[in-house]
């Protein structure tokens, strides 16, 4: 699933700070593949940094010796992983000045990779309401969408991911993508990119809700299990009014389920 | 190679009618295009002193030389751009456009650099960038690969920006407007809700600029996006805030194709004033159903104006054959 995001983010926040020691460790091969991708890494660590206050908006960057020795990079690398930040829109490089936090509302929050960083640095109620509420515009029109245009291929693949939801049910490692999959096949009835484009927030939000609800062992309730089969019959009944009512409720419910689970911050 | 070199940005970019192409360190070539061919010969060899002026390869000098309401938009929306980032956007828009198709990988580092005469550093700029958009990814002893269109990010500014240069058919300002229609109204019911003085002021302040540029006098687009821009982010949801961007540049963009000539349909500005007088008035239904007639109307606005574009096209093919 991690596959989705442009750059995988290593678990938790501590590898990267022991980069340095870390690629010593490998052979010649691997430091090589090492190489090419530490600007994504070193760029995931810093986005996280950023996103969690740790450099605020306005805010200089450590200069750039700093950066590199904490981490045991280049410069070469400390620039690509700058250069991505920049087009993300997280920071701005002026020449003689240094490296500077934009504000923000520049910041392309709706980014797979900034979004998922959002959760990853612990995101505070309001972003989880936030997230859940562009979700409520977005999916319960997908649906009625779908149901509207009752493309067998598209009930198949709905019917499909929700048969391996169930199948999952218990928590196997499938659970969390046969949910993901279900939503994006919904989104995915519309055939327009941009609406598919969201997946990245749904995506987020499910890593999101499985981690803090269950302790990272994904396991799905009865309940939302059940609201996911009536929006399937729905869509399969060419009920569109229905499906849009079906997804808004599970969608609220789910919220409800992020916010009554205990507040764990990162792992 | 040249030729073919300017076929293929023709392509991608559209036939403007005077070129600069960088032909090496501080060389700079110019010359005239008719009818999609690179006429004459090279016009003159410039030493290129001025960098940063536009796109690295190529300007379209003539067009933006060409003055009127329309260059000068088109301008002040260019944004503050360095010259990485357009070296982003003519890859970008390649990509894009299907000259690199999903899967395929980019010609050498070493062939771009001559291409485009910049430096190396520039030029991994400009991979990440587009790196950074879903565009392409590295792979050892592969080489750069586009990646399939799915993990393209369809909701980054730059990303619509470019893809509108390249294509803005029909199907896309559907797409288009499909998605202003599931967020706009919404956010207008939300921002009824809300019930922020200080936002209801923003949106008031930009729809005073409308009606008093409405005759296309002063910036009447910004005035129109501000509009937009400031509903979503009266909901006070950053996430949906963050959208603005997205729907700035989709407004600019269909601005630019032309549709709407320099003024606003009377029809349209009352629509404008509804909405705001329903989140004036906290009545967020009305707001919604106000901003949602607003949006099928527009939407249909741009078609009848694409269709009519498509129509006199054909008209001036020539018969093949």
Redesign the interface.
């Known amino acids: 699933v991690t596959k989705?995001f442009?750059i995988a983010p290593l678990q938790g926040r501590s590898r990267l700070e022991t980069a340095g020691g870390l690629r010593s460790e490998l052979g010649d091969e691997d430091a090589?593949?090492f190489d090419?991708h530490i600007?994504g890494y070193l760029a995931a660590t810093l986005g996280r940094e950023i996103v969690a206050g740790v450099h605020p908006p306005g805010a200089l960057l450590p200069n750039a010796p700093e950066i590199c020795q904490r981490f045991g990079v280049s410069r070469t690398v400390l620039?690509?992983a700058y250069?991505?930040?920049?087009?993300?829109g997280l920071i701005v490089a002026r020449p003689k000045v240094g490296t500077r936090v934009r504000p923000?509302?520049e910041?392309?929050?709706?980014?797979?990779?900034v979004l998922a960083w959002h959760l990853q640095a612990g995101p505070g109620e309001t972003?989880i309401s936030?997230?859940f509420?562009?979700r409520q515009?977005?999916e319960p029109?997908a649906a009625a969408l779908a149901a509207e245009g009752r493309v067998p291929g598209t009930i198949t693949r709905i019917a499909e991911a929700f048969d391996r939801m169930e199948r999952f049910r218990e928590g196997q490692a499938g659970l969390i993508e046969a949910d993901l999959d279900f939503h994006m096949a919904i989104l995915g009835a519309?055939s327009?990119?941009?609406?598919?484009?969201?997946g990245?927030?749904i995506h987020a939000s499910l890593q999101f809700a499985f981690r803090i609800s269950w302790g990272g062992a994904a396991r799905i309730q009865d309940d939302r299990l059940h609201q996911h089969g009536l929006i399937l019959a729905a869509i399969r009944e060419g009920a569109p009014t229905r499906a849009r009512r079906r997804m808004a409720e599970l969608l609220r419910d789910s919220l409800d389920d992020a916010r009554r689970s205990p507040p764990k911050t990162t792992r | 190679l040249i030729r073919e070199t300017i076929r293929t940005l023709i392509a991608i970019n559209g036939p403007p009618t005077r070129w600069r192409a960088k032909i090496g360190r501080g060389l700079s070539l110019v010359f005239t295009v008719a009818r999609g061919e690179p006429k004459g010969e090279l016009e003159q060899v410039l030493a290129d002193t001025t960098t940063n002026q536009g796109d690295a390869t190529v300007t379209r000098g003539a067009k933006r030389a060409a003055g009127g309401a329309e260059a000068e938009f088109a301008d002040r929306h260019a944004h503050k751009r360095n010259a990485n980032d357009s070296l982003a956007a003519v890859l970008g828009r390649e990509i894009i456009g299907g000259l690199h198709p999903p899967g395929s990988r980019l010609p050498a580092e070493a062939a771009l650099l001559v291409r485009f005469g910049v430096s190396r550093p520039t030029l991994r700029e400009a991979f990440r960038a587009l790196e950074a958009k879903g565009l392409i990814v590295s792979r050892q002893k592969v080489g750069t690969l586009v990646r399939p269109k799915s993990d393209w990010n369809m909701l980054d500014p730059d990303f619509l920006a470019w893809h509108m240069r390249v294509a803005p058919t029909l199907e896309f300002v559907n797409d288009l407007f499909q998605l202003r229609q599931i967020f706009e109204p919404h956010a207008s019911y939300l921002a009824a809700e809300a019930r922020s003085a200080a936002a209801l002021k923003r949106i008031a302040a930009a729809y005073a600029d409308m009606e008093r540029r409405k005759s296309g006098h002063g910036d009447l687009v910004g005035a129109d996006v501000r509009f937009h821009k400031e509903i979503l982010d009266a909901t006070g949801n950053r996430l949906i805030g963050t959208l603005g961007g997205l729907i700035e540049t989709a407004l600019v963009g269909t601005f630019r194709m032309g549709w709407r000539g320099v003024a606003i349909k009377e029809d349209r500005l009352l629509q404008h004033r509804a909405v705001l007088d329903a989140i004036a008035a906290q009545k967020p239904d009305e707001a919604q159903a106000c901003m949602a007639q607003l949006l099928r109307d527009s939407a249909a606005d741009v078609r009848r104006a694409l269709e009519k574009d498509a129509r006199a096209k054909r008209r001036h093919v020539p018969p093949q054959g």
């Open positions: 989705r442009s090589l593949t090419r600007h620039r690509e250069n991505l930040l920049a087009a993300k923000k509302a910041w392309r929050i709706l980014d797979p990779d972003f936030d997230l509420e562009l515009m977005v029109a519309t327009n990119p941009f609406l598919t484009a969201f990245s927030l």
